[in-house]
């Protein structure tokens, strides 16, 4: 009876000795940022909304970690050094990724060792130029230039463009992200315009977010301008 209860109790201490390894076990204390470009310049989407996947080939179970962008096209993710390849599931965004080369496709490799920034070259299928927005009376103006990107085979047409007001600066087209909003016109691409009433229980603030935004027919995210503060 001693000797079993002596192996029981050997076999808590080499529990308890894994799980302090567990806990021990280091956190990833590495930043990969950036953003998600095109021509340099960042591509606005819906907060949250489209992500990228990391895969690190070789360290445990092959699971993918996900990485949301956020609505001004910047990202951020804390990871282990190691290697990673970095892929957009298909669907995902309001853009094309770009190939860089026949044998690796969209796929990007990225050598983690220590802090590292870049940049993730992708094509939208448009783009919102020129966007202004106006405080007149108790509307916001919004005005814009609707600018196609890809005119090859994969070209898409305009669904609808939105103008969004929202009292916190996430503006989008998710319910939870804009206070008011009106589609505007778009049959002339280079000069749409909207106006939105600022709704009642708004009127108060000081100062208010909006953006424009463009749901391209047959891709579920959308593309925006930039967020911009509106005085009231």
Do not use: H
Request: net charge negative.
């Amino acid at each position: 009876m001693k000797a079993r209860y002596l192996i029981i109790l050997i076999g808590a201490f080499i529990i308890l000795a894994s799980c302090n390894d567990i806990d021990n076990f280091d956190e990833p204390g590495t930043f990969l940022t950036g953003n998600v470009v095109y021509n340099q310049d960042p591509v606005p989407v819906g907060n949250n909304e489209v992500e990228f996947q990391l895969w690190q080939p070789g360290f445990g179970t092959l699971t993918p970690l996900g990485v949301r962008i956020a609505q001004d096209g910047s990202f951020s993710a804390r990871l282990y050094n190691g290697d990673y390849k970095l892929v957009f599931v298909d669907g995902q965004g309001p853009f094309r990724t770009n190939i860089v080369n026949e044998q690796q496709q969209d796929t990007i490799f990225i050598d983690i060792d220590g802090d590292k920034e870049i940049s993730i070259e992708v094509t939208p299928y448009y783009l919102i130029q020129n966007a202004s927005f106006n405080k007149t009376g108790n509307s916001i103006e919004g005005t814009c230039r609707l600018e196609k990107i890809i005119t090859d085979a994969d070209a898409k047409n305009i669904e609808r463009v939105t103008l969004y007001v929202n009292e916190t600066q996430f503006v989008s087209d998710n319910g939870d992200y804009n206070d008011a909003r009106i589609d505007g016109d778009f049959t002339n691409p280079n000069a749409v315009s909207m106006t939105v009433e600022i709704p009642e229980m708004l009127a108060s603030k000081e100062y208010l977010y909006t953006r424009i935004g463009v749901k391209i027919a047959g891709v579920e995210d959308m593309i925006y301008s930039q967020v911009e503060k509106i005085d009231l």
